[in-house]
């Protein structure tokens, strides 16, 4: 049934609202990974890129523990107030990353980041889905992780900031950080939790336990989840090292190796996560399984993509690695669209944040690995080539595991 106009314009005024708050949840991740070179300068004691890489895992392991946690809370009580509250305190957090004086504080602030920032994307994905019925909803959580890829594309210039004399890494982290904390206020009083129109039927009396049971004793959410999770581990790598890769293997400044490892492939996702949303709630009118073969062929796109930008530096070619990564952003904002819209295809609308937290769980601890990983092998002069390849190997798994999951069809649309 499509809502009436009222109903329909606040659905995307929920959508406007979360959007910049989406923005800021990936800048303030992003820009540490453009500014590496100047906050090891600053910061000496960090030492080794083994330390850099726990480092950053250390974000992600927090992350996942938090993520089912601020799910539920989301579940059991207000998104709105789940959203805001994570959004004033991981600003704080991040103004406080800009006064750092040593390595161990700095690993303190991300670690507590990380635990401000899980609450965030379950609560705010699984609002948008409240308010949005079938025929909206991917392009919807679409344009909303459109608000992520350009926190990513904005993270990227940080390097020409901590490179400029006069500003520096710190005054990144110090403006960001503020302004979060000003946004958190007015988006306080604008932003709604579903009013009974939209909602469906809360059961605030669903322990953790029984929402954790039937999560896991449904298929095809365990077939999500290790679907999420797999092209999760390239992504993360992606993110946090493609700046330091492409400066060092092609002998670029930190400023323009951060601009190149965010803005094409981020720049390719945003046209992707439109593109794909669109597809992808025609193609849900006609068929049950739309959204899940569209994000499939979006993971198809990545195999390529990962295989280019693994063997670019190896060859030299620093055009090869920029057409990886716009491959690669064009499978992501198919992929990372639908995840929202399938799980909704699956689960009851009372355990959305709960099974995206679940989700964001098992993500984020392998995307932990990964970057600690990561710089073990980075230590150890391990070829670029063979590490995306076995990234690679597993987006084609990942093909296989979404494509075997089964919508329920009285729950897809809901």
Request: glycine letters at 10%; a positive charge.
């Amino acid at each position: 049934m499509t809502p009436p106009p009222t109903a329909s314009r606040t659905a995307w005024l929920m959508v406007g609202l979360l959007f910049p708050v989406a923005l800021l949840n990936y800048l303030d991740r992003q820009m540490i990974a453009s500014m590496k070179v100047s906050v090891m300068a600053s910061l000496p004691d960090i030492g080794s890129e083994a330390n850099w890489g726990l480092m950053l895992g250390k974000f992600k392991f927090v992350y996942a523990v938090f993520s089912p946690i601020g799910g539920y809370i989301a579940d059991r009580f207000s998104r709105k107030l789940t959203v805001c509250s994570s959004l004033l305190i991981w600003s704080a957090i991040t103004w406080w990353t800009g006064h750092v004086h040593g390595y161990h504080e700095l690993l303190w602030a991300r670690t507590l980041m990380g635990v401000s920032e899980a609450f965030y994307i379950p609560a705010a994905l699984a609002l948008i889905a409240d308010f949005h019925s079938g025929p909206t909803r991917s392009r919807a959580i679409g344009i909303h992780q459109m608000g992520i890829y350009c926190g990513v594309m904005t993270g990227g210039f940080a390097g020409y900031i901590a490179d400029a004399p006069n500003l520096g890494w710190r005054a990144a982290f110090d403006f960001t950080g503020l302004a979060g904390i000003l946004y958190a206020l007015p988006l306080l009083f604008l932003l709604r939790d579903p009013a009974p129109a939209f909602a469906t039927g809360v059961t605030p009396k669903t322990s953790p336990v029984q929402a954790a049971r039937e999560l896991f004793s449904n298929r095809s959410f365990v077939l999500l989840a290790l679907y999420f999770t797999l092209p999760a581990v390239a992504a993360w790598v992606v993110r946090d090292w493609m700046p330091a890769i492409l400066q060092k293997s092609f002998n670029i400044s930190q400023g323009k190796a951060g601009v190149s490892a965010a803005l094409y492939w981020q720049a390719a996702a945003i046209f992707a996560a439109i593109l794909g949303g669109w597809i992808a709630d025609r193609r849900t009118k006609h068929h049950p399984r739309g959204r899940i073969q569209v994000s499939a062929f979006g993971m198809a796109l990545i195999i390529p993509a990962l295989f280019s930008v693994g063997n670019a530096p190896a060859l030299g070619s620093f055009p090869l690695a920029i057409v990886g990564l716009v491959l690669f952003g064009i499978g992501w904002g198919f992929f990372d669209g639908n995840n929202m819209p399938i799980l909704c295809q699956i689960c009851r609308p009372e355990l959305r944040a709960t099974g995206y937290g679940i989700m964001n769980f098992v993500s984020m601890t392998f995307g932990g690995v990964a970057d600690w990983i990561f710089g073990i092998l980075t230590d150890r002069q391990t070829p670029l080539n063979l590490i995306f390849a076995a990234f690679a190997a597993l987006a084609l798994i990942s093909i296989a595991l979404v494509l075997a999951i089964r919508p329920a069809p009285a729950a897809s649309e809901r």
